[in-house]
């Protein structure tokens, strides 16, 4: 599979996402960013910023299997896994599958299930498979899970666990449109909101591959990341609540490789981690009482972190 054809894909996708979801260039590029990184993406916001409307054209654009699952106070995890149900005729349990057997879930709201429900997703978005009556399935190649959040003081809403956000390889922040986008919503309201499909099944995994097996990331890099996440561990009882997991590190060196395909080049460069960091790191820290109390915040901690770590990588393969 050639890069020229993935880098078409990349700019056709956007721009056909782009004829529906205005003022929003960086959140198009995420999903890019999570699929072919092989993670899962959380939207936060308040209600009615697209979060909703920009997975669903995502998912068309793409063209892979797709499944919403509205997160409730009474749903259950058997209501997204599925389970054995009793057939009289046949006299025997047969499997009846749920929602998350598809490649592309839509996890709505999922901070308005009770935590007994959010932790039905644990295995499946890190070990991609379901365990029902001790039998364990595969999911779907690829699995890409996008999970979107109102605040966690709405109503009816519940905290999301450090275990479930962790397994979350990307958050992005949706605020309110500015004047000129809003006015631009209103006056396209009644557009057609369906895209065609941009690619197929085999192109996405043959990118996948091309993005994590075909990039070049040298040992300094590698290096630059263990001492970005050693610096936000540093801080642990002084400005955060807890260090941050391998996990993460791990999610920015696969991101930075799609990056860098995305930006045409083969191989990763400081500026992609950078710019990655917070997609990265925001919904993975918590500030301790006397940091929030000294007017400090997360994007504001992230980039001063980044600020005293020196960078050692002045060339290119």
């Known amino acids: 599979m050639k890069h020229s054809d993935f880098l078409q894909f990349v700019s056709v996708f956007k721009a056909s996402i782009k004829e529906h979801i205005y003022g929003q260039e960086d959140l198009i590029e995420i999903y890019l960013l999570g699929l072919f990184a092989g993670g899962h993406l959380l939207l936060v916001g308040p209600p009615g910023v697209a979060k909703t409307k920009s997975a669903n054209l995502s998912a068309q654009a793409l063209g892979i299997p797709f499944k919403r699952i509205q997160f409730t106070s009474d749903l259950l995890p058997s209501d997204i896994l599925g389970a054995?149900?009793?057939?009289?005729?046949?006299?025997?349990?047969?499997?009846?599958?749920?929602?998350?057997?598809?490649?592309?879930?839509?996890?709505?709201?999922?901070?308005?299930?009770?935590?007994?429900?959010?932790?039905?997703?644990?295995?499946?978005?890190?070990?991609?498979?379901?365990?029902?009556?001790?039998?364990?399935?595969?999911?779907?190649?690829?699995?890409?899970?996008?999970?979107?959040?109102?605040?966690?003081?709405?109503?009816?809403?519940?905290?999301?666990?450090?275990?479930?956000?962790?397994?979350?390889?990307?958050?992005?922040?949706?605020?309110?449109?500015s004047i000129a986008v809003e006015a631009k919503i209103m006056a396209n309201a009644e557009v057609q909101q369906e895209v065609t499909a941009l690619c197929t099944h085999k192109e996405i995994l043959a990118w996948k591959k091309l993005c994590l097996k075909e990039t070049f990331v040298d040992d300094k890099i590698y290096q630059y990341i263990a001492r970005l996440i050693d610096g936000f561990r540093r801080q642990v009882g002084t400005r955060f609540t807890h260090g941050i997991s391998t996990r993460s590190a791990l999610a920015l060196a696969a991101t930075g490789k799609v990056l860098a395909q995305i930006r045409g080049r083969n191989f990763v460069i400081p500026e992609d981690i950078k710019y990655l960091l917070p997609f990265v790191l925001s919904h993975r820290l918590r500030l301790t009482f006397g940091a929030i109390s000294q007017g400090v915040t997360i994007q504001k901690s992230i980039q001063e972190v980044l600020g005293s770590i020196a960078v050692e990588y002045d060339h290119q393969p």
């Open 84 to 177: 054995e149900v009793y057939n009289p005729k046949e006299k025997e349990f047969i499997l009846r599958k749920g929602p998350i057997f598809s490649s592309f879930i839509l996890a709505d709201e999922i901070n308005r299930a009770p935590p007994k429900v959010q932790s039905a997703l644990l295995e499946c978005m890190q070990e991609q498979q379901v365990t029902i009556a001790n039998a364990s399935l595969p999911l779907e190649n690829p699995f890409f899970v996008v999970a979107t959040m109102n605040p966690y003081d709405g109503v009816g809403t519940y905290t999301l666990p450090d275990a479930m956000l962790d397994r979350f390889l990307l958050s992005f922040e949706l605020g309110y449109p």
